[in-house]
T-cell receptor, first 114, second 114 residues
Framework: KAGVTQTPRYLIKTRGQQVTLSCSPI?????VSWYQQTPGQGLQFLFE???????NKGNFPGRFSGRQFSNSRSEMNVSTLELGDSALYLC?????????????FGPGTRLTVT | GENVEQHPSTLSVQEGDSAVIKCTYS??????FPWYKQELGKGPQLIID?????GEKKDQRIAVTLNKTAKHFSLHITETQPEDSAVYFC?????????????FGQGTTLQVKP
């Protein structure tokens, strides 16, 4: 079974631009979560989706948004990019809606904002 | 607020020795505790997890212990091998409210010297 896939793997953007990142969960998984990883802040929760509904959102500005499609694929968008948005963005999928389900991470998208 | 403290931040052991990483969580409602291993250029890989209804879980050379009263849990790796070298993250989740939001520790860089 294929793992979580994320595209693109690397991205370079300029301040003020916007970016869209994509995540395809493991086949059969219906829940997708997004995390931001930086050397200073570590791994921080962005948001979580199940059946196209956002179930939870972390403490990030409104410039960060996401959505989930009917096939469970998810996208996240960051508008008006700032230098501080440079990070590894990780997507994780789990099989169902209940908490305590194992979450499996993709390889991440490395975003660099210049 | 929700917080997970992880120690040590770096750990160097000789091949064949044991390694122990400790985490403390603040939210007493937490009841799911996964551990992840992250190698350079990859996403975090789930290596073991424990739920609050058990005190210990073992999988070959890896074991996790949980003390709910003290709100801490630990990862034990026995007979370490060079391929165990990586960054290890602990995490905690409330496991309720239909959200799988994980709160991560800051990570431990484990170096196993041949």
């Amino acid at each position: 079974k294929a793992g979580v896939t994320q595209t693109p793997r690397y991205l370079i953007k300029t301040r003020g631009q916007q970016v869209t990142l994509s995540c395809s969960p493991i086949s059969g998984h219906r829940s997708v979560s997004w995390y931001q990883q930086t050397p200073g802040q570590g791994l921080q929760f962005l948001f979580e989706y199940f059946s196209e509904t956002q179930r939870n959102k972390g403490n990030f500005p409104g410039r960060f948004s996401g959505r989930q499609f009917s096939n469970s694929r998810s996208e996240m968008n960051v508008s008006t990019l700032e230098l501080g948005d440079s990070a590894l963005y990780l997507c994780a999928s789990s099989i169902g809606a209940l908490a305590m389900n194992e979450q499996y991470f993709g390889p991440g998208t490395r975003l660099t904002v210049t | 607020g929700e917080n997970v403290e992880q120690h040590p931040s770096t750990l160097s052991v000789q091949e064949g020795d044991s390694a122990v990483i400790k985490c403390t969580y603040s939210d007493s409602a937490s009841n799911y505790f996964p551990w992840y291993k992250q190698e350079l250029g990859k996403g975090p890989q789930l290596i073991i997890d424990i739920r609050s209804n058990v005190g210990e879980k073992k999988d070959q050379r890896i074991a996790v212990t949980l003390n709910k009263t003290a709100k801490h849990f630990s990862l034990h790796i026995t007979e370490t091998q060079p391929e165990d070298s990586a960054v290890y993250f602990c995490a905690a989740s409330k496991g309720s409210g239909n959200t799988g939001k994980l709160i991560f520790g800051q990570g431990t860089t484990l170096q196993v010297k041949p």
